[in-house]
């Protein structure tokens, strides 16, 4: 051989030695523990969001600004579009509150994700990494979310490589269609004492509308309504709590989860027809008695309604 092909020999071993190197550290990350992270982040960071809910009736598009501190505490306030400037939402990690003039509202949070249950997370959907890429200037790795069953959305996320932060998402229907679209245009990470503790209050009367926590075998008691512990499609009693409306009317909120979305249930009296504050999500009724049962959840409806007949 030689001495020029020797030479061309060992730029090829060093080229392919290189590009094993690199294949190795591109190595896609585990999916449930990638998306472990994505759900609670060990940052503090603040930014702006673009968020659009084509399952709405006008097809909304609203720009939030965000400061999110780690343990679920956060901040939301909407930036745009005009009805809804100057809405805040405010979490302590474990409740939320949409503040509106001043005066906070507790919120149900069906449209959430939940970190709560991770093994049903793998039990009901399939998660796969689908490769890497850039999200606002930094590298994110894209994965997916299936559902076992018919009718659950499909979701998707871009979730920052470093710190798990979700830098854009995508829910889709079936079909394919899309639901809801988010996406991160700016993003800062600070150290968490940069955050003004005043950012994460919420006023006074609002521990007046907290939810009071409830074992099951109270609620089934108190309401004389049976709460399973499980549901059809992977759904399980996650927690339940009474609440105090306005003019003094109580419900009972018992929460269902399949460890990514939830199923909220209330029982309330006949004549109550509460404001849910999220158009998109599916909606069944069913009498019992002197009460109502609602059932609440992001899910095909025909899903709903057959879970409906559990009670």
């Known amino acids: 051989m030689s001495e020029r092909s020797s030479i061309f020999a060992v730029q090829i071993l ?3 030695a290189i590009a094993f190197a690199k294949a190795l550290g591109e190595s896609a990350p585990d999916p449930l523990s990638l998306f472990r992270k994505a759900l609670n982040p060990p940052v503090a960071y603040t930014c702006k969001v673009v968020v659009s809910s084509w399952g709405s009736p006008k ?25 809804l400037k100057g809405t805040v939402i405010v979490s302590d990690g474990k409740k939320r509150w949409r503040v509106v003039k001043g005066k906070a509202i507790w919120e149900i949070d069906v449209s959430e994700l939940t970190p709560e249950r991770l093994d049903l997370l793998s039990e009901n959907y399939r998660l796969t990494v689908l490769g890497s890429t850039t999200v606002v200037g930094r590298k994110a790795w894209q994965i997916a979310i299936v559902p076992k069953v018919k009718g659950k959305p499909h979701h998707k996320f871009w979730i920052d490589s470093e710190h798990g932060v979700i830098l854009k998402g995508e829910v889709l229907g079936e079909k394919g269609l899309p639901i809801a679209f988010m996406s991160v245009t700016e993003l800062e990470f600070l150290a968490p004492t940069k955050f003004p503790t005043s950012l994460f209050s919420v006023p006074k009367e609002a521990a007046t509308n907290s939810p009071k926590q409830l074992t099951k075998l109270q609620a089934q008691s108190d309401w004389s309504v049976r709460l399973p512990d499980k549901l059809p499609f992977g759904f399980v009693l996650e927690r339940v709590e009474e609440l105090v409306l306005p003019k003094k009317l109580s419900v009972l909120h018992a929460v269902y989860s399949d460890g990514l979305m939830r199923i909220s249930l209330f029982v309330l009296p006949s004549d109550l027809k509460p404001s849910l504050g999220a158009p998109r999500v599916s909606v069944v009724r069913k009498l019992l008695g002197k009460r109502v049962l609602l059932l609440v959840g992001n899910i095909d409806k025909n899903l709903l309604e057959r879970i409906a007949g559990e009670f």
């Open 14 to 16: 060093l080229l392919s």
């Open 59 to 83: 097809g909304d598009t609203a720009l939030l600004r965000e400061w999110r501190l780690p343990g679920g505490r956060y901040r939301i306030e909407y930036l745009s579009p005009p009805k």
